[in-house]
C-alpha cells in the first residue's frame, strides 16, 4: 500500500493445518472399536510372516498442528540511491500428539475407560477433542521477529546491511542439533548481523560478497515427553 510518493508498508497474515494419522486398516482412529473380546488375530500358522484378515497393529499415532502468522513491513526510499526496509512478523502455533495401543484398553460396564497404554499432549485417550484422562494441554509455541535493512547504491556499487532480532518459545522440548540431547525450552532471543555487497565490472558481470550469522529455531520434538 502506498502512503506517499516515496513510501509503502504491506500487512499479511496466514494460517496453516497439518493433521496426520497413522494407524492400521481395521477400525483405523475409532479407538474405543478395537475392545475386542477376541483378542487381537495372530500369525497364519502355514505362512508365518503374514498375519490373519482382521490382525491390528498395535499402535496408532495423531499429530496435529496449527500454525498464525501475522506481519508487516515499511519501505522508504530517499532519492535514487537510498531505500531503507523495517518490519515484524509474530507466529503462534498449538501442537498436539498422541500415541497410544488400543487394544490394551480396559472399560467398565458402562463404557468408561479405566486403563490402557497411552501417551501425549492437547488430546484426550482417544485421540479426540481436548487433553483429558492424564495428558496434559495442547503446546504454543511462539517467534517474534523484527528486522531492519538499509540499501545504497552508488553507480557500479551497492551495498546492503541489516539486523535481525528473534525470539522463540518452544513451550516443549526441543533439539540440541550440536550434541543430540533433548532440552526444556525457555524463550531464546538472538541478534543477527547481515551485510553484502555487489560490484558491476561490466555489461555481464557482477561481483558480490556478503556475510552475516543466521538463526534457525531448534528442531520441536512432538513426542509426550516434552
Known amino acids: 500500500v502506498m502512503c506517499g510518493p516515496n513510501t509503502s508498508f504491506n500487512l499479511s497474515t496466514g494460517y496453516a493445518l497439518s493433521d496426520q494419522r497413522n ?3 481395521v477400525f483405523f482412529d475409532d479407538l474405543r472399536a478395537y475392545a475386542n473380546p477376541a483378542g487381537n488375530p ?15 497393529h498395535r499402535l496408532y499415532q495423531r499429530r496435529k498442528s496449527s500454525t ?18 523495517a518490519g515484524l512478523q509474530a507466529e503462534r502455533g498449538s501442537l498436539r500428539f498422541y500415541e497410544g495401543d488400543p487394544t ?17 499432549y492437547g488430546f484426550d485417550a ?9 495428558l496434559g494441554p495442547a503446546r504454543h509455541p511462539t ?22 532480532l528473534d525470539s522463540f518459545d518452544a513451550e516443549g522440548r526441543v533439539s540440541n542439533p550440536s550434541t543430540g540431547t533433548t532440552v526444556a525450552s525457555a524463550r ?7 551485510m553484502d555487497a555487489a560490484w558491476t565490472t561490466g555489461r555481464d558481470l557482477v561481483l558480490r560478497a556478503g556475510a552475516g550469522r543466521f538463526y534457525q529455531p531448534p528442531p520441536y520434538l512432538l513426542d509426550p515427553r516434552g
Open 23 to 25: 494407524g492400521d486398516g
Open 68 to 85: 498464525w502468522r501475522l506481519g508487516g513491513g515499511l519501505v522508504q526510499q530517499w532519492g535514487a540511491a537510498h531505500q531503507l526496509k
Open 104 to 120: 490394551t484398553f480396559v472399560y467398565d460396564p458402562g463404557g468408561a475407560l479405566i486403563s490402557g497404554i497411552y501417551d501425549g
Open 188 to 194: 531464546v532471543t538472538r541478534l543477527s548481523p547481515r
Open 42 to 56: 495372530r500369525f497364519d500358522p502355514s505362512v508365518p510372516y503374514f498375519y490373519l484378515p482382521g490382525h491390528v
Open 143 to 164: 517467534t517474534i521477529s523484527a528486522y531492519a535493512q538499509d540499501r545504497i547504491g552508488w553507480s557500479r556499487l551497492v551495498m546492503r546491511g541489516g539486523l535481525r
Open 126 to 134: 482417544f485421540a479426540r477433542g481436548d487433553s483429558g484422562q492424564g
